[in-house]
């Protein structure tokens, strides 16, 4: 039988790729994002903003780095329905991951609706934080095209989920 190697609990290298794309913001004037440095063993840092969505809403948005070859593009839409609605609600949220290849909806456990999107990169001193600009301005162009209609099958939208925190 094969030995088990364990997988190791954290990484300790340098989370570069938070430096480089704070470092972007502020050359670019981009005053929108906050960090907030999560301190833990994958270094961890999270830079929050809010962006529109369909004709009405601000939603809580976030992209997160660490020191994994990924950065996730994260953004809350609000929360999933309850009781029958629920059904026909997963099948809506499975034909919109059939029909887009990078953006995946998914809802957790406390029935918080999210919209994803993972990049990745290969070390992160060649990180590009134009990429995560890039897909931020695809993920606000896909939403103003689609958010009134998820925001209807919502138990409530983004907007409306006060105190909501990644």
């Known amino acids: 039988m094969a030995e088990t190697i364990p997988f190791p609990q954290g990484n300790r290298k340098k989370n570069l790729k938070a430096d480089i794309f704070d470092n972007y913001t502020k050359a670019k004037g981009l005053n929108f994002f906050k960090r907030r440095d999560v301190h833990d063993s994958y270094d961890t840092s999270v830079f929050m903003t809010a962006i529109p969505a369909g004709k009405h809403h601000k939603l809580v948005a976030a992209v997160i780095t660490d020191n994994s070859m990924y950065i996730l593009l994260r953004v809350h839409l609000g929360t999933a329905p309850k009781g029958p ?5 997963m099948a809506f949220l499975n034909d919109l991951n059939a029909h887009h290849a990078i ?8 029935d918080n609706v999210f919209l994803d999107v993972t990049t990745t990169t290969t070390r992160s001193e060649k990180f590009d934080p134009e990429v995560v600009r890039v897909t931020l301005d695809m993920i606000i162009y896909h939403l103003g095209e689609v958010y009134d209609d998820i925001a209807r099958r919502l138990d409530k939208p983004g907007d409306e989920t006060n105190g909501f925190s990644l």
């Open 85 to 89: 609605a629920r059904k026909t609600f």
């Open 103 to 110: 953006m995946k909806y998914v809802v957790g456990s406390d």
